[in-house]
C-alpha cells in the first residue's frame, strides 16, 4: 500500500485536474458505454462529477468509488473530444491507483500482477505450458476464423476466442541484434498478445524490417508494458514491469523502438511518461527518451522506411478490405493515415471503409472480462459495420481489437478473416 503522504498529494493532483471540466456534455455523444447503459454515471462527465463530489469520500467509500471508475473502456473517446482538453485517462487512472494505494489488491489481483505478469520469464513459462493442456478445456468454436469455446462455463462463458498459439513468438524466433543496410536500428517491442496468441504478427513484423534492411534489436524475456496492471490500479507492478523494459532496451543504442500492438505503443509513449515521477532522476531521463523513440510499426514504415507499393501479382483479384482504427492508435496518438497506406501498398488489396471505423470496438482489456455483455453489444455494432462493407479481410492495428471482431464474427458464423496491417503488407513482399 501506498503511505497516506503520498496519497494525500495524488489527491491533490486529482483536484487540480478535476477543475477544468465544464461539464459540457460532449462525451455523451462519444462514450460507448453511455451509449448502451444510458447511466450518468458511466460517462466521463458524470465519473467526473462523482470524483469531485465524492473526492473526501475516497477514504470512506472507496469500494463505491471504484467500481464506478472501473466502469470505463479506458478507450479515450471522451478526451479526444474535449472541448476544455481535459486528461480524462490521466484522472482515472491516477484515481484507480489512489484507491488501489488505500485498499490493496484483491489476492487473485496481487497473484495475477505480482507473482505472475510482472515476472516475464515465469510469465513465459506458464503460458507455455497452459498452451499444452489448454485442448482438455477448449473446443472449436469456427474453423475459419479459429476461433475456440470453453467445454465449462467458466470464466469464458458465451465467448469465442482465439486460443493460445502452440508455439508463443518468442521460441519461434530467435533473438535478433543486426545492423541491417538503411543505417536505422528499431527495438521490437513484442507485447503479450502478440507473443502468446499472434505470433504471426511478430513474424511479419520482422520480415517487413528485414525487407527495408532495418537493423532488428529483439530481446529474449521481454516484459508486458503494464497496462493491466496499471489500469487496475496496481503501480508497484507496472513500476516493475517499466524498470524491468527499461533495463532491456535502454542499454542499446536505438534510433526507434516499434511495436505492432496500438496499446503498448500509447503505454509506452503516454503512460510510462505519466507515471514518471515514481521513479528516480535517471529513470525518468530513460522513460523520456524510450517514450520519444516509440513509433507504431506502421508509422515507422510509412514516415520513416519510406513503403513503396509493389508490383501487382498477375492473375490475382483484389482482396476487399477494411479497417478498424484502434482507440489507443488514433485517439491517443492521431495515427490513422499510416496503416490505412500500408494496406494499400499491397496492390493486391482493395480499401473500403466502414462506417464508424474508429467506433470502439469493445475490448477495454479487463472490461471485456468483468462487463461482457456491454463489451459484446458495443462490439456487435462494429460487426455490423464490418459486414455491411462486403470486405473478405478486416484489417486492425491492436491484437486486443483482433481478438474482440473475432468473437463477434465468430459468433454471427461471418466468413470474414480478422489480421494485422502488418500481415497484408507482408504478403506483398
Not at 503522504?5 to 455523451?28: F, H, S, Y
Not at 543486426?178 to 520480415?207: L, M, N, Y
Amino acid at each position: 500500500m501506498y503511505d497516506l503522504k503520498k496519497l494525500a498529494k495524488l489527491v491533490q493532483q486529482l483536484e487540480d485536474q478535476l477543475i477544468t471540466c465544464m461539464r459540457c456534455g460532449m462525451c455523451q455523444s462519444v462514450c460507448p458505454v453511455f451509449a448502451e447503459t444510458g447511466r450518468e454515471s458511466d460517462v466521463a462527465r458524470g465519473k467526473l462529477a462523482l470524483l469531485d463530489a465524492l473526492i473526501k469520500e475516497l477514504f470512506t467509500e472507496p469500494g463505491g468509488v471504484n467500481e464506478r471508475l472501473n466502469h470505463c473502456l479506458l478507450c479515450g473517446s471522451c478526451a479526444a473530444n474535449c472541448p476544455s482538453g481535459v486528461k480524462v485517462l490521466d484522472i482515472f487512472i491516477k484515481a484507480r491507483v489512489i484507491l488501489t494505494g488505500y485498499m490493496g489488491l484483491s489476492p487473485a489481483k496481487r497473484l495475477i500482477f505480482r507473482g505472475i505478469l510482472s515476472q516475464p520469464r515465469f510469465f513465459d513459462r506458464l503460458l507455455e505450458l497452459g498452451a499444452s493442456f489448454q485442448k482438455a478445456f477448449i473446443k472449436s468454436a469456427d474453423q475459419f476464423l479459429g476461433t475456440s469455446c470453453a467445454r465449462l462455463s467458466f470464466p469464458l462463458a458465451n465467448r469465442h476466442f482465439k486460443a493460445l498459439a502452440p508455439v508463443p513468438f518468442h521460441n519461434l524466433v530467435d533473438a535478433i541484434d543486426s545492423a541491417g543496410k538503411s543505417g536505422i536500428k528499431v527495438g521490437f517491442f513484442t507485447g503479450c498478445v502478440i507473443d502468446k496468441i499472434f505470433p504471426e504478427v511478430g513474424q511479419a513484423v520482422v520480415r517487413s524490417l528485414n525487407h527495408h534492411g532495418t537493423g532488428i534489436f529483439l530481446p529474449q524475456d521481454q516484459g508486458c508494458c503494464g497496462i493491466p496492471a496499471l489500469s487496475s490500479g496496481d503501480s508497484a507492478a507496472f513500476s516493475r514491469l517499466v524498470r524491468h523494459n527499461l533495463e532491456i532496451f535502454s542499454a542499446q543504442k536505438l534510433d526507434y523502438l516499434v511495436t505492432a500492438c496500438a496499446t503498448c505503443t500509447s503505454t509506452i509513449k503516454k503512460l510510462w511518461p505519466m507515471m514518471a515521477p515514481d521513479f528516480s532522476e535517471e529513470e525518468q531521463a530513460q522513460i523520456q527518451a524510450i517514450a520519444e523513440k516509440t513509433m507504431d510499426i506502421s508509422q515507422f514504415l510509412i514516415d520513416v522506411a519510406g513503403v513503396d507499393k509493389v508490383s501487382v501479382t498477375p492473375g490475382n483479384e483484389a482482396t476487399t478490405i477494411t479497417y478498424h482504427d484502434p482507440c489507443h492508435l488514433k485517439k491517443s496518438l492521431g495515427i490513422s493515415e499510416q496503416p490505412r497506406k500500408l494496406i494499400s501498398a499491397n496492390p493486391n488489396c482493395h480499401l473500403k471503409e466502414m462506417a464508424e471505423a474508429d467506433r470502439c470496438c469493445g475490448c477495454g482489456g479487463s472490461f471485456n472480462l468483468k462487463h461482457y455483455e456491454i463489451s459484446a453489444s458495443i462490439g456487435k455494432r462494429k460487426r455490423d459495420n464490418i459486414v455491411a462493407t462486403d470486405c473478405s479481410t478486416v484489417a486492425t492495428s491492436c491484437p486486443a481489437c483482433m481478438l474482440q471482431i473475432n468473437d463477434m464474427l465468430s459468433q454471427e458464423g461471418d466468413r470474414i478473416q480478422v489480421r494485422h496491417v502488418i500481415e497484408i503488407y507482408a504478403d506483398s513482399l
